[in-house]
């Protein structure tokens, strides 16, 4: 029987922070080596993290990740690794190198370079033009990068068919939204289906800038059948032996695969072939695999990890240990504590309440309630007197104007200054707490509620941020987020009686639109056959158009939907054009 043991090692990188990625692959091998690990794998451009972005542009960035590979491949003797670096020949590749037994044996070059939504690698690297498979142990492994598997045809179909690869490992950085990992999912099932081949899939799991990565790295067998997974949205090292005999059994009894390989021989990308020789290992008899339970969660369990595992490591990567936020009694605030807390620990989260002569006694009960139930420092720093001063200030220029957004705007100016001076003074980070149908639409204020360097929920529709106030409650067992909170009519409390239904329409009817619109760039008459008046479609429309600028300006914030605002959606500022 022909077996491998393969370990895909499910890491946490940082951009840039080359010496501490190096750390994580270093100890990686040394447990592979330990486990009598036959091949092992790293998620795609592992020594540098992803995206490095215009980092690639600095020759000296390039040439440090060189250096670290060379280290890292004089540490692999007695085993086989696939990692994810820069290569640097006539132009720069998104590369996979093949470590085997302290040499590096040969360069993968990524074939197909993303250049959508949240992607930019054709403006950075010259894509690959070249399978690769290689023997090892009698076994024959093909390698492909990322987006290579999204494709159903080459490079996978000429490894396996005219390459006649046995195993194709897959090393990847593949971002976060809700719903993918199914999708996903099905996808290389039907790659490894269709190409009678075993698929080990590695990704990145950690926050990153705006992106989360989670994880779930898998093995298909040839069947499409999962046989292994990794936990989701955590770091995880998932090891299993192969039965590549199965392989071959399976491709016995498929007649098609002949033919397709006399029809492929005419027309493939080239294909290199390489045998491996056989080294000795440290572990001379492996030890036995413990089955593994990945960690999964659900849909919205799984959004929620998300924004928890992209605020803790946005705040940690850049420096950070403390948060601060403003409280307002609302739900959004009420969630990003939630989200805050179970991030970075009650001891690090400080909430603010900034009353003024609008803000309800109800709204100020509810922030304290909210922060005794969590446990967390909660400031009261009032602003009325300070907002007096600034009419009074403003007067003589404001003399026979009516009052409007103005004098709204510079309460929530006020109060973002009060955050940012706290920012300042103690070293925390502000996170803000307005949610996605807010930004879309502009319903929010530049300098004042949108101050901040993260946003967390910013890619939340408001609807989606009630489910989440309640899975946190049911995941709790208790009402942490308390009914009332969740069960109020939403205000800015910016004037008197003010909701937000006076500007905007209910939000369960605001999100569908949105989605429509920004989500899935539906014109305002496919968006009317959805059944919306045309009054209040062309209005939506028009407040997400002529809300750019602010978005703009908005902190980054964590990328849950398939289409965030920022890299995923770009629209220039300055446009007359109207999608009705």
């Not at 007695?78 to 996979?96: H, P």
């Not at 990003?336 to 991030?343: E, K, Q, R, S, Y």
């Not at 995941?475 to 009686?497: M, N, Y």
């Not at 398939?562 to 446009?575: E, Q, W």
Request: charged share 25%.
């Amino acid at each position: 029987m022909r077996t491998m043991r393969i370990a895909l090692a499910q890491i946490n990188t940082t951009v840039g922070d080359l010496e501490g990625n190096a750390q994580k692959i270093v100890e990686g091998i040394q447990r592979a080596r330990e486990m009598g690990t036959d091949l092992l794998a790293f998620p795609e451009l592992a020594i540098t993290g992803y995206p490095p972005e215009d980092l690639l542009l600095m020759p000296r960035f390039v040439q440090q990740n060189l250096e670290v590979l060379r280290k890292i491949g004089e540490i692999t003797k007695g085993l086989t690794v696939l990692l994810g670096f820069i290569n640097k020949k006539d132009d720069i590749y998104n590369a996979a190198a093949l470590l085997h037994d302290g040499e590096l044996v040969d360069i993968y070059h990524k074939v197909f370079l993303p250049n959508y939504g949240v992607f930019d690698e054709d403006r950075y690297f010259q894509a690959g033009r070249e399978a690769l498979v290689f023997e090892l142990k009698g076994i024959k492994v093909g390698v492909t990068i990322c987006e290579d598997i999204w494709h159903a045809g080459d490079p996978l179909k000429t490894e396996a068919l005219l390459g006649d690869a046995e195993v194709v490992v897959n090393i990847s950085s593949s971002p976060f939204s809700a719903g993918k990992r199914g999708f996903r999912q099905r996808m290389i099932s039907s790659r490894a289906s269709d190409n009678t081949v075993v698929i080990a899939y590695v990704n990145m799991a950690g926050g990153q800038d705006e992106l989360v990565f989670d994880g779930n790295s898998m093995i298909i067998d040839q069947q499409g059948e999962l046989i292994a997974q990794a936990h989701s949205l955590e770091e995880d090292f998932l090891v299993a032996d192969l039965d590549v005999d199965k392989v071959f059994m399976t491709r016995l009894h498929d007649p098609r695969r002949r033919k397709e390989k006399r029809t492929l021989s005419q027309d493939h990308i080239p294909l290199k072939v390489l045998s491996l020789t056989t080294v000795e290992k440290e572990v001379d008899s492996p030890p036995a695999l413990e089955k593994h339970e990945p960690i999964q969660y659900d849909d919205l369990g799984e959004v929620y990890r998300a924004l928890v595992l992209g605020t803790r490591d946005y705040v940690q990567k850049n420096g950070f240990q403390q948060v601060v936020i403003g409280l307002s009694g609302g739900i959004d605030s009420s969630l990003v504590a939630a989200i805050a807390i179970d991030a970075l620990g009650k001891e690090n989260v400080t909430a603010v309440a900034m009353p003024s002569l609008y803000t309800a006694k109800e709204s100020l009960d509810d922030a304290q309630n909210l922060a005794d139930n969590m446990e967390i420092k909660l400031l009261r720093i009032p602003i009325s007197s300070i907002f007096d001063s600034y009419l009074e200030t403003l007067r003589p220029h404001f003399q026979g104007v009516t009052e409007d957004a103005t004098e709204e705007n510079i309460q929530a100016r006020i109060r973002g200054n009060i955050l940012m001076a706290l920012s300042n003074k103690f070293g925390s980070l502000v996170l803000t707490t307005g949610n996605k149908s807010e930004l879309s639409t502009g319903y929010c204020t530049l300098y004042g509620d949108m101050a901040g360097g993260f946003a967390v929920i910013k890619d939340c529709p408001k609807t989606l941020v009630y489910q989440l106030a309640d899975y946190k409650n049911k995941k709790e067992g208790k009402q942490v987020i308390s009914t009332r909170i969740i069960e109020k009519e939403p205000s800015a409390e910016l004037r008197p009686d003010q909701k937000d239904t006076d500007t905007l329409p209910p939000y369960n009817l605001l999100d569908p639109i949105l989605q429509a619109y920004v989500e899935e760039d539906k014109a305002a008459d496919d968006v009317l056959a959805l059944g919306y008046s045309k009054e209040v479609v062309t209005d939506v429309i028009d407040k997400v158009d002529s809300n750019e600028y602010k978005r703009r300006q908005a902190p980054p914030g964590i990328k849950i939907t398939p289409r965030a605002f920022g890299k995923d959606r770009r629209l220039p500022i300055t446009s007359k054009y109207r999608n009705y």
